[in-house]
């Protein structure tokens, strides 16, 4: 297989989509693939029980926490989050460091005053001191990792009171995280999880059954606490696929080992980047993303060329986001480290052709 670098839907480890081929047609010597199987059957919910135990191993999520496994994307969730968090309030606060947090704050701007709490040139996350935190806001919502920009908070906002809940799609389960900083966590799956579509939602108990009036049931997160996620039809396979992420993720050592691994690859590119005057990241050092690594080439013009000679030696989407262009390199858990090495090889060599 080549190395992919896409930033979403993005690489899945090969074991696990190797597991998934040889489980497909005939699941468990039960004649029929999981995709096939009702939803309510004891196989099936065993599957998604241990998926969301897995998890709750991998990220240790405290017993009051409800783990969800809900559809529609990160992005239903922009207005799931005001929707069901505000309780009864008329604010919030958003932190603005990137495109992803743009679009949550445009959509909470439908249900409630959005207040900023800080807002960046994209290319750095504000400090604690410079956040100018509400008193009177129901929530703070922030994201951790901006996949387009590369830019990472290098600390958990401290709220006091007030839920912090994080759009974490980009960077959850990439190293340890202390749930229980957080009101609500959540994260599209196409990036660290699975297939796109599903959304991981961890939200903590006392937050639940205070949704806004006319908040539709499939959009309420007490409805799917209520329903261990399955009020409807879930996406059965990519919860699945999901499951046997997960339990690959274990067998690599959990998110503490594959966190050392990611630190790695990261620090290796971030430094051949700034070793090389042919390459740049904008990103300010402290909050440089080990997920997304964007880059530009000194000559834009070399773009193209960069793009389709990586693609024939193996090293795909390594187009930036089209809103921003240039490079980037989403280096999320499926990718080696070797696919990290051969990228670095690839631009020294192609720098040393074109520089
Ligand atoms: N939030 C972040 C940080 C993302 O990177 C993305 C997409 O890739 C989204 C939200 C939107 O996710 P989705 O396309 O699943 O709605």
């Given at each position: 297989?080549?190395?992919?670098?896409c930033?979403?839907?993005?690489?899945?480890p090969?074991?696990?989509?190797?597991?998934?081929?040889?489980?497909?047609?005939?699941?468990?010597?039960?004649?029929?693939?999981?995709?096939?199987m009702?939803?309510?059957?004891?196989?099936?919910?065993a599957?998604?029980?241990?998926?969301?135990?897995d998890l709750r191993?991998?990220?240790?999520?405290?017993?009051?926490?409800?783990?969800?496994?809900?559809?529609?994307?990160?992005?239903?969730?922009?207005?799931?989050?005001?929707?069901?968090?505000?309780?009864?309030q008329?604010?919030?606060?958003?932190?603005?460091?990137?495109?992803?947090?743009?679009?949550?704050?445009?959509?909470?701007?439908?249900?409630?005053?959005?207040?900023?709490?800080?807002?960046?040139?994209f290319a750095?996350?504000?400090?604690?001191?410079?956040l100018e935190?509400?008193?009177?806001?129901?929530?703070?919502?922030?994201?951790?990792?901006?996949?387009?920009?590369?830019?990472?908070?290098?600390?958990?906002?401290?709220?006091?009171?007030?839920?912090?809940?994080?759009?974490?799609?980009?960077?959850?389960?990439?190293?340890?995280?202390?749930?229980?900083r957080?009101g609500?966590?959540?994260?599209?799956?196409?990036?660290?999880?699975?297939?796109?579509?599903?959304?991981?939602v961890?939200?903590r108990?006392?937050?639940?059954?205070?949704?806004?009036?006319?908040?539709?049931?499939?959009?309420?997160?007490?409805t799917?606490?209520?329903?261990?996620?399955?009020?409807?039809?879930?996406p059965?396979?990519?919860?699945?696929?999901?499951?046997?992420?997960?339990?690959?993720?274990?067998?690599?050592?959990?998110?503490e080992?594959?966190?050392?691994?990611?630190?790695?690859?990261?620090?290796k590119l971030?430094?051949?980047?700034?070793?090389?005057?042919?390459?740049?990241?904008?990103?300010?050092?402290?909050?440089?993303s080990?997920?997304n690594?964007?880059?530009?080439?000194?000559?834009?013009?070399?773009?193209?060329?960069?793009?389709q000679?990586?693609?024939?030696?193996?090293?795909?989407?390594?187009a930036?986001?089209r809103?921003?262009?240039?490079?980037?390199?989403?280096?999320?858990?499926?990718?080696p480290?070797?696919?990290?090495?051969?990228l670095?090889?690839f631009?020294g060599?192609?720098?040393?052709r074109?520089?």
């Amino acid at each position: 297989r080549a190395y992919n670098f896409c930033a979403g839907p993005a690489a899945l480890p090969t074991d696990v989509l190797q597991q998934a081929q040889q489980e497909m047609a005939d699941w468990h010597d039960k004649g029929l693939s999981i995709m096939e199987m009702s939803h309510r059957s004891k196989e099936f919910v065993a599957v998604a029980e241990q998926a969301e135990q897995d998890l709750r191993e991998l990220m240790q999520v405290p017993d009051n926490y409800k783990v969800l496994f809900m559809q529609g994307g990160a992005s239903s969730q922009f207005s799931m989050v005001p929707m069901n968090l505000l309780r009864g309030q008329a604010k919030a606060d958003y932190i603005l460091t990137g495109q992803w947090s743009k679009k949550a704050i445009a959509e909470a701007k439908r249900y409630c005053d959005v207040h900023l709490a800080a807002s960046t040139d994209f290319a750095s996350a504000p400090t604690q001191a410079e956040l100018e935190l509400s008193a009177d806001a129901a929530y703070v919502h922030y994201c951790p990792n901006e996949t387009i920009g590369g830019v990472r908070f290098d600390y958990i906002p401290e709220t006091g009171a007030v839920p912090l809940v994080a759009d974490y799609s980009s960077a959850i389960l990439s190293e340890p995280l202390d749930v229980s900083r957080f009101g609500m966590i959540y994260a599209g799956a196409q990036k660290n999880i699975g297939p796109a579509g599903l959304c991981v939602v961890i939200v903590r108990d006392d937050l639940l059954g205070q949704a806004l009036p006319g908040t539709p049931a499939m959009f309420d997160y007490q409805t799917a606490a209520n329903n261990g996620s399955m009020y409807n039809t879930p996406p059965t396979y990519s919860w699945y696929l999901a499951g046997l992420v997960f339990q690959w993720l274990k067998a690599q050592g959990g998110v503490e080992a594959i966190g050392e691994v990611n630190r790695r690859k990261a620090a290796k590119l971030y430094a051949f980047i700034d070793g090389n005057d042919f390459y740049a990241n904008p990103v300010a050092l402290a909050n440089r993303s080990i997920m997304n690594v964007p880059f530009t080439l000194a000559d834009d013009s070399l773009d193209a060329a960069f793009l389709q000679q990586s693609e024939q030696a193996g090293l795909l989407n390594l187009a930036g986001h089209r809103s921003v262009g240039g490079m980037r390199a989403s280096i999320y858990n499926a990718v080696p480290e070797a696919a990290v090495d051969a990228l670095i090889d690839f631009m020294g060599d192609f720098a040393r052709r074109h520089g």
